[in-house]
């Protein structure tokens, strides 16, 4: 039987992950289930929203708290967050301003990025497409394994704790309910979004660029214009990861996790689907969770060890889906960019004398 505490436990690690993956998920739906970019290298943005995260923090603070100058940032880790995590327990204010500062930071390297993925998407057909994103993921993981100076190469480097100020075992349930927050606002903005004007042309660059093109829309601007923000919102979550765990290191940030998981959340509730997204990624989460939760448990009755468990299982889903279900538990649903009655009442008032 769960105890309750080990329930609250359960329950926070859910809600943390599940709004860590709808951030990321939301922007892989804004690019290829609404705009039809085939965003492969999804990686690129995460990883580097968690270095600037791994990166910028201990920074700015090592000077500000006081930290003694002959220490060195990588190599005395360590001693130096413990150092600023102590400063930022008794400044509030310092912790919550430079939590911000480190999501509007990667917000913007995950938008330069974006602009950069965003000349291949311009000239390059949908597979070639899929494939140089891909790469260019590789090589932002490369970099971030190889050049120590960065976030400690292999062995990565701690961050400071943005909420150092909240009582240690209310950490966790705090740090969850502002990962909710944050991807409640993305959800919000991506909802405006695609039921703006411009969620239709999406839509039509998508279902045929041919037949956007014909209709006055400059289809390269559009593509730019989405990768830019949705590369955004997706750094935003690798910060956000970063800051959640206190820690960075680049072999956490592979295809699997990073590219792959969010395409599986993404098919297996709905494609264009924003709920659905929200669903899938969270059925995609609770069982994860679960699965790592009760692994103990589930050991002695597998024939195979339990950390294979969720690949299979949520393999198997995936297949199933895309055979009997292709467009997701919640499939895309006509979206009208005016209110029913208020386009009505216009129609109307045109049609009067």
Same mark, same amino acid.
């Given at each position: 039987?769960v105890?309750?505490q080990?329930?609250?436990?359960l329950?926070?690690?859910?809600?943390?992950?599940?709004g860590?993956?709808?951030?990321? =998920?939301?922007? *892989? +739906?804004?690019?290829?289930?609404?705009?039809?970019?085939?965003? /492969?290298?999804k !990686?690129? &943005?995460v %990883?580097?929203g968690?270095?600037?995260a791994?990166?910028?923090?201990?920074?700015?603070?090592?000077?500000?708290?006081?930290?003694d100058?002959?220490?060195?940032?990588?190599?005395?880790?360590?001693v130096?967050?413990?150092?600023? =995590?102590?400063? *930022? +327990?008794?400044?509030?204010?310092?912790s919550?301003?430079?939590? /911000?500062l480190? !999501?509007? &930071?990667? %917000?913007?390297?995950?938008?330069?990025?974006?602009?950069?993925?965003s000349?291949?998407?311009?000239r390059?057909?949908?597979e070639y497409?899929a494939?140089?994103l891909?790469?260019?993921a590789?090589?932002?993981?490369?970099?971030?394994y190889?050049?120590?100076?960065l976030i400690?190469?292999t062995?990565?480097?701690?961050?400071?704790?943005? !909420?150092?100020?909240v009582?240690?075992?209310?950490?966790?349930?705090?740090?969850?309910?502002?990962?909710?927050?944050?991807?409640?606002?993305?959800?919000?903005?991506?909802e405006?979004?695609?039921?703006s004007?411009?969620g239709?042309?999406?839509?039509?660059?998508?279902?045929?660029e041919?037949?956007?093109?014909?209709?006055?829309?400059?289809?390269?601007?559009i593509?730019?214009?989405?990768?830019?923000?949705?590369?955004?919102?997706?750094?935003?979550?690798?910060?956000?990861?970063?800051?959640y765990?206190?820690?960075?290191i680049?072999?956490?940030?592979?295809?699997?996790?990073?590219?792959?998981?969010?395409?599986?959340?993404?098919?297996?509730?709905?494609?264009?689907?924003?709920?659905?997204?929200?669903?899938?990624?969270?059925?995609?989460?609770?069982?994860r969770?679960?699965?790592t939760f009760y692994?103990?448990v589930?050991?002695?009755?597998?024939p195979?060890?339990?950390?294979?468990?969720?690949?299979?299982?949520?393999g198997s889903?995936?297949?199933?889906?895309?055979?009997?279900?292709?467009?997701?538990?919640?499939p895309?649903?006509?979206?009208?960019?005016?209110?029913?009655?208020?386009?009505?009442?216009?129609?109307?008032?045109?049609?009067?004398?």
């Open positions: 039987m105890l309750p080990e329930a609250l436990i329950l926070t690690s859910i809600l943390a992950w599940f860590l993956y709808l951030i990321v =998920n939301l922007s *892989l +739906n804004l690019e290829f289930g609404y705009t039809g970019i085939p965003n /492969f290298g !990686l690129l &943005v %990883a580097a968690a270095y600037v791994g990166y910028l923090p201990g920074r700015i603070m090592f000077n500000l708290a006081n930290v100058p002959s220490l060195d940032y990588i190599a005395d880790n360590a130096i967050v413990t150092q600023i =995590n102590n400063f *930022l +327990n008794q400044n509030p204010h310092i919550l301003s430079l939590l /911000f480190t !999501l509007i &930071v990667a %917000a913007g390297i995950g938008a330069g990025l974006g602009f950069i993925a000349y291949p998407a311009i390059l057909r949908e497409l494939m140089t891909l790469a260019m590789e090589v932002i993981r490369v970099i971030g190889n050049y120590k100076p400690g190469g062995l990565g480097v701690q961050v400071p704790d943005t !909420l150092a100020f009582p240690g075992e209310l950490r966790f349930t705090i740090m969850s309910l502002v990962i909710l927050a944050i991807a409640g606002f993305i959800f919000l903005y991506v405006r979004l695609v039921r004007p411009l239709r042309v999406l839509r039509a660059v998508r279902d045929s041919a037949a956007a093109e014909t209709l006055g829309k400059d289809i390269v601007r593509r730019t214009k989405i990768l830019v923000v949705s590369s955004a919102i997706g750094a935003v979550g690798g910060a956000m990861h970063a800051l765990t206190s820690g960075v680049s072999l956490t940030y592979d295809r699997v996790s990073w590219t792959f998981w969010p395409w599986v959340m993404v098919l297996m509730g709905g494609m264009a689907n924003n709920v659905g997204v929200m669903l899938g990624t969270l059925i995609f989460v609770a069982l969770q679960l699965i692994k103990g589930l050991e002695p009755i597998l195979f060890n339990v950390i294979w468990l969720d690949y299979i299982l949520l889903t995936l297949i199933i889906i895309l055979m009997y279900r292709p467009e997701g538990v919640l895309e649903k006509a979206t009208r960019t005016l209110d029913f009655r208020k386009l009505w009442a216009r129609l109307n008032g045109r049609r009067s004398p």
